[in-house]
């Protein structure tokens, strides 16, 4: 039943699941799933140590990453031990400028990492960029095979795999619930009785995970009064189109290969530390620019700032 709906519109239901991209370059995994192992700074492991569902636990570990300025210092050590951290298990001292590299060298007998599970295979790891000033090299040592691109994912991303497929459920429904899908099934030649079947299938899944709560929706922006989902940012109805339709370019600086379609997947409280916020009531659909406006800064701080630029442009 789920080829009834369009192919893009799957990719990107599926890609929800998924963490941003990361290049070679950052300890991150890229594009993996949100229930992979989580990366935690030290300084952030007292607020991000209990996951939040699975009773505390993260599904697939966890590893700490402490700055070597702080390693070597005799109070912190003690202080990993209370905490429940130990080096090469849980613990990687992480390298991330040249100042460290050579001034808190790894220690003789000292491996770069190679797990994502206990043990480790090392105690370090490094992602220190050239200095083109002096014509060092970038050392990029620890997860950088081919098999094991990247250490694991960031903490604000994490979701388990049962959050992610409530997500997945909720985010199906709103697709359905764009002002236009009668439009699209016509346009797109679909079987408009496997359509409805469908969307009676979905709600009925949605409502008996508790995710068609409408005031709750409402509240958070993702639908309007009538029902209809809407952009968390512009508040404009979300076109069931535009999961199809790739983003207009500028004449001259268009890429034929362009993949970003106009609506995306919008966090209404924005990823951050501390936080997981990628979970049902959390998601909705949004315009790609709009997205692109609000980026990590959340919805109610740039409609801030835009009120401000709208007052000292005196555009009211």
């Not at 250490?151 to 409530?166: F, H, M, P, Q």
């Not at 995970?209 to 509240?219: M, T, V």
Request: with cysteine.
């Amino acid at each position: 039943m789920t080829n009834i709906i369009p192919k893009p519109v799957q990719t990107k239901i599926y890609k929800t699941g998924q963490t941003r991209g990361a290049d070679d370059d950052v300890i991150y995994q890229n594009r993996v799933g949100r229930n992979s192992t989580v990366l935690i700074p030290f300084l952030e492991f007292d607020r991000c140590r209990t996951a939040p569902t699975n009773n505390g636990i993260y599904e697939n570990g966890f590893i700490a990453l402490i700055k070597p300025e702080y390693f070597f210092d005799k109070n912190v050590r003690i202080l990993l031990e209370s905490k429940g951290l130990h080096l090469g298990e849980n613990l990687l001292v992480f390298y991330e400028t040249r100042f460290q590299w050579n001034n808190y060298p790894p220690l003789a007998g000292w491996n770069a990492a190679t797990s994502r599970v206990s043990p480790l295979g090392g105690q370090y790891v490094a992602r220190v960029p050239a200095t083109t000033a002096v014509g060092e090299e970038k050392i990029i040592e620890g997860f950088n095979s081919s098999r094991m691109k990247g250490a694991g994912i960031r903490v604000y991303e994490y979701a388990d795999s049962a959050t992610i497929k409530l997500c997945k459920i909720q985010l199906e429904y709103l697709f359905w619930s764009c002002k236009d899908i009668a439009e699209l099934v016509t346009e797109n030649g679909m079987n408009k009785d496997l359509v409805q079947q469908r969307i009676v299938s979905i709600t009925r899944l949605a409502k008996g995970k508790g995710l068609a709560d409408k005031n709750r929706l409402l509240s958070e922006r993702i639908i309007d009064k009538e029902g209809y989902t809407i952009c968390p940012l512009c508040l404009k109805h979300i076109s069931a189109r535009g999961f199809c339709s790739k983003i207009q370019q500028a004449e001259g600086r268009d890429v034929p290969d362009l993949t970003v379609t106009e609506v995306s997947l919008f966090h209404i409280h924005e990823l951050r530390t501390g936080e997981f916020n990628h979970r049902p009531y959390n998601l909705g659909w949004g315009h790609h620019h709009c997205n692109v406006v609000v980026k990590d800064s959340g919805i109610e701080s740039t409609l801030q700032w835009m009120r401000e630029v709208i007052n000292r442009n005196d555009a009211l």
